[in-house]
């Protein structure tokens, strides 16, 4: 349903009227009006409160729309699109006010001149390489500087956070070996982390089935976690196996959390490919074992069944070693396929999860060589059939033409296990999504009104108000913001209205980058980003640092 506009009241200043207002706290819906101005919730009038209704220079007529927080991304991959896409309108347009950047263990900071690099170019299947892009920063403060900036000089569409990634200080310090850390490494590894939490980083990241990071043991994790810890972030891993062995992978990082004392959020908590159907509850059972003793846990997860990463993440650690050009090089030793070939079709490679590749689960999303384009929608099977030749000989000419950088959907999820893992009492939502390719995955579009529409009004696995609440006030207090994740007089003005009604995910696995519907209005620090359906073009956004210790939380 449309909203009504009007001007009137004194200078400055918006007030939403008449709003469902669904506050992030999980209690129940109430009507009322919310005054907005400099960047602040200056008042919440309830239905029946005494005194007059409050004014401003602008109006929105709600008109039965739903007023909630701005929704968290916990797990973003815009690290290079914020700097390059004013719009942003693949978050902006979800009602996304904040995303978290820095996952899996990957990003591009802090650097030096050599690795840099390797780190483009190892991630150009997630972020691609924009043109003319000024790779000029170093340090984490330098880039979080550089999102304050934004790509136009004049900030962001939306607001980010930022993870130190493990495998980036592991590439800073050790290059991409296969080994241990050595305790001077393993040192100088924690004052470059110390260093990037002091200059805003919210926690740590990591990406145990992605080089360099598989390489570390859990004695160097319980290290850097200590130092985290002590700067009173938490720690975000993609852990070790989403797949064969994925209880124990849960299991060694909640010994993490335990031993170090810090807190943890598991990165995409699935329980993946059909050796887990239906295991949920074994990981919920986990999880509620560790909530009882102590460890302060959370999990992000998207409301889709297949995943998304690079067509390179499924080989074997071994043959990652070294870097993308030594890659390359086993990639064109017979020798080495060979081996490559046993630990996927025979094995089950770790970076396959420790499961058997299954080529009719694996499609092509996206393509670095644009002469390999025709690749893009079908699966490894597929490209075999249509090029005459073996999945396996498919898959190492699609790696080697593209330089490594084919993305794919992975289709090896399961809807039971989705469904109940959403409705954990630490769950919380992310996208996880790529923003580049032919065609990502549809979540980098859809996660938020998906889970709105598919989850909450069409199936009902989630009620509106514990759903809002998932996707705002929980990520707000893991992120330790004390002014964001609820409708409150005194909060930021990150804020959204939407039709409960109509909220649907637009993007489809065809048509990913297709907007949502009924979501009408986003506000980011008080400033409508999108306004009656159309982006504005403003851009409020700032990166968001971390914040001091001691914060008192009002739920």
């Known amino acids: 349903m449309p909203a009504e506009v009007s001007d009137e009241g004194p200078a400055g200043g918006l007030v939403v009227r008449g709003a469902l207002v669904v506050d992030g706290s999980g209690g129940t819906p109430y009507r009322a009006d919310a005054l907005i101005g400099d960047g602040l919730i200056r008042e919440i009038h309830r239905e029946g409160d005494p005194g007059p209704r409050p004014a401003a220079a602008r109006a929105i007529e709600a008109d039965g729309l739903a007023l909630t927080p701005g929704f968290i991304d916990m797990h973003a991959h815009s690290d290079l699109a914020l700097l390059t896409d004013p719009g942003h309108e693949a978050k902006a347009a979800q009602g996304v006010t904040l995303e978290v950047l820095g996952q899996d263990g990957l990003s591009y900071a802090p650097v030096d001149d050599s690795t840099l690099p390797g780190l483009r170019r190892q991630l150009a299947g997630w972020n691609g390489e924009p043109p003319g892009l000024d790779w000029s920063w170093r340090g984490v403060g330098e880039y979080l500087d550089r999102l304050d900036a934004g790509p136009q000089g004049r900030g962001l569409a939306v607001n980010a956070a930022y993870l130190v990634p493990h495998g980036t200080l592991r590439a800073l310090v050790l290059g991409w070996e296969d080994r241990r850390a050595t305790a001077a490494e393993t040192a100088l590894m924690n004052r470059q982390l110390a260093l990037a939490l002091e200059q805003g980083a919210v926690g740590l990241s990591a990406g145990l089935s992605y080089s360099p990071g598989m390489y570390a043991d859990t004695g160097e994790l319980v290290s850097l976690c200590r130092t985290v810890a002590a700067h009173d972030g938490y720690f975000s891993p993609h852990h070790r196996s989403y797949g064969a062995h994925a209880l124990d992978a849960y299991a060694e990082m909640i010994e993490v959390a335990r031993r170090s004392g810090c807190a943890l ?17 074994e990981l919920t059972a986990l999880l509620d074992a560790a909530l009882a003793d102590g460890v302060d846990l959370t999990l992000d997860t998207y409301p889709y069944l297949p995943g998304s990463t690079t067509l390179a993440a499924l080989l074997p650690g071994w043959a990652t070693a070294g870097g993308p050009e030594r890659t390359l090089a086993r990639l064109a030793d017979p020798a080495a396929r060979a081996a490559i070939r046993t630990a996927l079709e025979q094995q089950g490679s770790d970076g396959c999860h420790g499961v058997v590749a299954d080529w009719d689960t694996v499609q092509i999303s996206g393509v670095r060589n644009p002469a390999l384009r025709p690749a893009v929608g079908l699966t490894v099977s597929q490209l075999a059939r249509r090029d005459r030749v073996e999945p396996f000989a498919a898959y190492v000419a699609l790696l080697r033409e593209d330089s490594l950088g084919t993305t794919i959907l992975q289709h090896v999820g399961d809807e039971q296990n989705v469904r109940t893992i959403m409705r954990h009492p630490a769950h919380t939502g992310g996208s996880d999504g790529l923003l580049v390719g032919d065609r990502p995955h549809p979540r980098a579009w859809g996660t938020f009104p998906r889970y709105l529409g598919h989850y909450v009004r069409e199936q009902g696995v989630l009620g509106l108000a514990e759903c809002v609440q998932h996707l705002s006030a929980r990520p707000a207090r893991r992120l330790r913001l004390p002014d964001r994740g609820l409708v409150r007089s005194g909060y930021r003005a990150d804020l959204v209205l939407l039709d409960p009604d109509t909220v649907a995910a637009g993007a489809s696995y065809e ?19 999108v306004d009656d359906h159309r982006r504005t073009g403003a851009t409020p956004g700032r990166s968001v640092r971390r914040s001091p210790t001691g914060v008192s939380w009002p739920i």
């Not at 959020?265 to 509850?281: K, S, W």
């Not at 048509?511 to 980003?529: A, E, F, N, S």
């Open 265 to 281: 959020h598991l990165a995409h908590a699935t329980m993946n490919f059909q050796v887990n159907a239906g295991r949920a509850d």
């Open 511 to 529: 048509q990913p980058r297709t907007p949502p519907t009924g979501i009408p209005y986003v506000l980011v620090d008080g400033v409508p980003v």
